[in-house]
Nanobody, 113 residues
Framework: QVQLVESGGGLVQPGGSLRLSCAASGMIVGSTRLDWYRQAPGEQRELVGFISSGGTTYYADSVKGRFTISRDNAKNTVFLQMNSLKPEDTAVYYC???????WGQGTQVTVSS
């Protein structure tokens, strides 16, 4: 059974950093694409970026240059490093394995002073 579990969210001041983790079980993160999405209150869920099986990354324009997606195959975990956070980055962040159509439960990120 494929399962994704996010962690690392919290409250951070503008300009701060957070690193989110997405731990996978029942699948190998290095063998497939993993996506990061976010959903702000009252908004549609949007793609933040992804890492392909080959290690290629893609980022939405709104986060390019500030967010970095990486993975640790030994830990079977994908990370989302978020720097220079802005209040508009406040959202629930989800990871997704599109080939399995599986979502994690999400982790809340709040950027506020």
């Amino acid at each position: 059974q494929v399962q994704l579990v996010e962690s690392g969210g919290g409250l951070v001041q503008p300009g701060g950093s957070l690193r989110l983790s997405c731990a996978a079980s029942g699948m190998i993160v290095g063998s497939t694409r993993l996506d990061w999405y976010r959903q702000a209150p009252g908004e549609q869920r949007e793609l933040v970026g992804f890492i392909s099986s080959g290690g290629t990354t893609y980022y939405a324009d709104s986060v390019k240059g500030r967010f970095t997606i990486s993975r640790d195959n030994a830990k079977n975990t994908v990370f989302l490093q978020m720097n220079s956070l802005k209040p508009e980055d406040t959202a629930v962040y989800y990871c997704r394995a599109p080939v399995y159509n599986i979502w994690g439960q999400g982790t809340q990120v709040t950027v506020s002073s």
